[in-house]
């Protein structure tokens, strides 16, 4: 039987497999959820297993544990190592969901008019991450594994993976290979596929500004003493200029900008920014002068405010000077830019704009370097061809804004490439209610998988 005509007979199964993973609520950051979570890991080691992987084995952690398996044919053949993780977001706002989020549902969409799985995590990263194991399974049961390949899928990619550096450290040589493929970015659209060769970085910063020992009534002290939440809000609108810009000197020192031809080529891809715009509902776009939507997501860095508080916010009202106000603000970088860097440029400059009598206080939360992936290796060839395979079209290698801050540490550790072969759509609303994942980008991903492993190894004998 062909590896194909494999996955064919096993459509049902495949999609039946994949539910049970989606119905467990593995949320990384939620520790009433640790059981789950722990669940969800054994629920992949099972699978793995039986797919016809061996060793498969679970590794506890000092937060969620990774799972590690493997497949090798002969030590002389190339080896891939498929990374993806099996934690989700949390899934709130709860009333904002058609379908319950761990009970997968499938509908139809304009975008996706064969259907989609709707539910937390389906893209991001289970439908994803379990396409591999299915398309490994397709050829180790056809005796079409072409060479060898190992797995781990972590637990904790969206808390920032603290447990995984120390792992990758510690397990070098079980680790060993000689390309990292990851499912966890998106595809263009289904005409024109896309090769992530770019994910930014971040640096994710909580602030805070204390002006006085306790809150006082603002009739009293209103006017005469600082507010810190005016103080914040001042602060934090300095840091950047009227064309968008950041305003932290240094802040761009490190970014270098794609060539203008791989910038053209960024330009005249098939984005379609109606469509960008429509899946959140944003009432209009706002960013960077002189710089394309896809510019500002993917080559240009971000300075953002992801949440502040101060004060009363509660029911009613209350005429209160507050004593201190707060506020998470994230970095999101690129090109050569480095989080430890960024952010002492950042607690610098941010200090120096509070007046004298504001205590400021700033704490790195945690980060990770950007990573660019180099287009002129047989591993981004092999995922090119196979792409070309699957698609019918050469794929378009694409920037993206999101962050997988192991990758950097990937290169920096074991020192091997990474190649981010991405089925999703930057429209399944990741991290969002109602997340998705197409039943066609599903199966598309587990057909093409097995062409890059073919190409991959035929490229590589003849290099
Ligand atoms: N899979 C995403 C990252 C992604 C999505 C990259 C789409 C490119 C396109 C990943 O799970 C994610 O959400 N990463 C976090 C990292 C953070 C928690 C450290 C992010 O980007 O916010
Ligand atoms: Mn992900
Ligand atoms: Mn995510």
């Given at each position: 039987m062909t590896t194909q005509a494999y996955i064919d007979a096993n459509r049902e199964r495949y999609l039946e497999e994949l539910f049970q993973l989606l119905r467990i609520p593995s949320i990384s950051t939620a520790s009433e959820h640790d059981d789950d979570t722990h669940q969800c890991a054994v629920m992949v080691q099972e699978y793995l297993v039986r797919a016809g992987l061996d060793k498969a084995a679970l590794y506890p952690t000092d937060g969620h544990p990774i799972i590690y398996a493997e497949k090798i044919i002969d030590e002389s053949l190339p080896t891939v190592l498929v990374y993806g993780h099996y934690d989700v977001q949390p899934a709130d706002p709860l009333d904002e969901w058609n379908s319950e989020p761990f009970e997968p549902t499938i509908k139809k969409t304009e975008i996706h008019p064969d259907g989609a799985i709707f539910g937390r995590g389906t893209t991001d990263d289970k439908g994803q991450m379990f396409?591999?194991?299915?398309?490994?399974?397709?050829?180790?049961?056809?005796?079409?594994?072409?060479?060898?390949?190992?797995?781990?899928?972590?637990?904790?990619?969206?808390?920032?993976?603290?447990?995984?550096?120390?792992?990758?450290?510690?397990?070098?040589?079980?680790?060993?290979?000689?390309?990292?493929?990851?499912?966890?970015?998106?595809l263009l659209s289904k005409e024109v596929p896309s090769i992530t060769v770019g994910l930014r970085g971040l640096a994710y910063m909580d602030v805070s500004v204390k002006t006085a020992r306790a809150d006082m009534h603002s009739g009293l002290f209103g006017g005469a003493v600082a507010n810190p939440i005016n103080t914040l809000a001042k602060m934090i609108a300095q840091l950047k200029d009227e064309d968008n810009r950041i305003t932290i000197p240094g802040f761009y020192d490190d970014v270098h900008f794609p060539s203008d031809r791989d910038r053209e080529m960024m330009r005249n891809a098939p984005f379609d920014e109606q469509e960008y715009m429509d899946s959140p509902g944003v009432y209009g776009l706002e960013g960077q002068s002189g710089f394309h939507t896809y510019e500002r997501t993917g080559i240009l860095p971000t300075l953002d405010c992801n949440g502040i508080w101060g004060g009363f916010t509660g029911e009613g009202s209350k005429t209160v000077i507050p004593a201190k106000a707060s506020a998470k603000i994230s970095m999101r970088l690129v090109s050569k830019q480095d989080w430890h860097k960024i952010a002492d440029l950042f607690t610098e400059h941010f200090k120096s704009l509070a007046p004298d009598h504001a205590k400021v206080t700033v704490t790195p939360h945690h980060g990770g370097n950007p990573y660019v992936t180099p287009t002129d290796t047989p591993e981004y060839r092999a995922a090119a061809e196979a792409m070309k395979d699957a698609f019918g079209v050469e794929p378009v290698p694409m920037y993206e804004g999101g962050s997988i801050p192991i990758v950097a540490k990937f290169k920096e550790v074991l020192e091997v490439e990474t190649i981010l072969m991405g089925f999703g759509f930057d429209t399944d609303g990741l991290h969002s209610p109602n997340e998705h994942f197409g039943l066609w980008n599903y199966y598309k991903g587990i057909e093409t998988v097995p062409a890059f492993y073919r190409h991959y190894v035929g490229l590589k004998a003849g290099v």
């Open positions: 396409l591999h194991v299915k398309a490994v399974e397709a050829m180790i049961q056809t005796d079409s594994l072409p060479c060898n390949v190992k797995f781990m899928i972590e637990g904790e990619e969206e808390i920032g993976s603290p447990n995984l550096e120390p792992f990758i450290k510690k397990h070098k040589a079980m680790l060993k290979s000689d390309v990292i493929l990851i499912s966890d970015t998106s």
